[in-house]
């Protein structure tokens, strides 16, 4: 017999893989609806700047080549152009475009309007979910939008 403390770890671990199920099957539908892979949005939603593209592979846990093939697929449809590093001329960066940082803003919204949370948790709900991610992912970035909501709750 399983004690207590592991029979709720193992229903954790059945929510959360439910909840990786629904995000996927969310990403899909809107790599659908948009005509690219899921791949292409991830990109485009981790193109917060002008970002190397050993960088990006790194964020998306990918091969170099991948991004070079994700670097390719952004320019062709002229979402995003490669240029040098400042620093390091040997260094590539993509940078998104005009037309990049448009579809990147339609595809996040798409999918945060589409997300569980935004459609079963109140806002403290989703700043707490948020601490308690970060909390268990070690090297994740603090969310400045759950710690000003949470300095919100704490003052009001």
């Given at each position: 017999?399983r004690?207590a403390?592991?029979?709720l770890?193992?229903?954790?671990?059945?929510?959360?893989a439910?909840?990786?199920?629904?995000?996927?099957?969310?990403?899909?539908q809107?790599?659908?609806?948009?005509?690219?892979?899921?791949?292409?949005?991830?990109?485009l939603?981790?193109?917060?700047?002008?970002l190397?593209?050993?960088e990006?592979?790194?964020?998306?846990h990918?091969?170099?080549s991948?991004?070079t093939?994700?670097?390719?697929?952004?320019?062709?449809?002229?979402?995003?152009?490669?240029?040098p590093d400042p620093?390091?001329?040997r260094?590539?960066?993509?940078?998104?475009?005009?037309a990049?940082l448009e579809?990147k803003?339609?595809?996040?919204?798409?999918?945060v309007?589409?997300?569980?949370?935004?459609?079963?948790?109140?806002?403290?709900?989703?700043?707490?979910l948020?601490?308690?991610?970060?909390?268990?992912?070690?090297?994740?970035?603090?969310s400045p939008?759950a710690a000003?909501?949470?300095?919100?709750?704490?003052?009001?």
């Amino acid at each position: 017999m399983r004690s207590a403390e592991d029979q709720l770890d193992l229903d954790v671990l059945d929510a959360v893989a439910g909840l990786l199920a629904r995000l996927i099957a969310v990403g899909e539908q809107a790599s659908k609806e948009f005509g690219v892979p899921p791949f292409f949005m991830k990109a485009l939603h981790l193109l917060d700047g002008p970002l190397a593209m050993k960088e990006l592979g790194q964020r998306m846990h990918c091969d170099p080549s991948f991004v070079t093939g994700i670097a390719d697929m952004l320019e062709e449809r002229g979402l995003a152009v490669r240029e040098p590093d400042p620093a390091d001329r040997r260094v590539k960066r993509l940078v998104l475009t005009d037309a990049g940082l448009e579809m990147k803003r339609l595809v996040e919204d798409v999918v945060v309007a589409r997300s569980p949370w935004r459609q079963a948790l109140t806002l403290d709900e989703r700043a707490a979910l948020v601490g308690l991610i970060r909390k268990m992912v070690p090297g994740e970035p603090a969310s400045p939008a759950a710690a000003e909501h949470g300095e919100a709750l704490k003052v009001g």
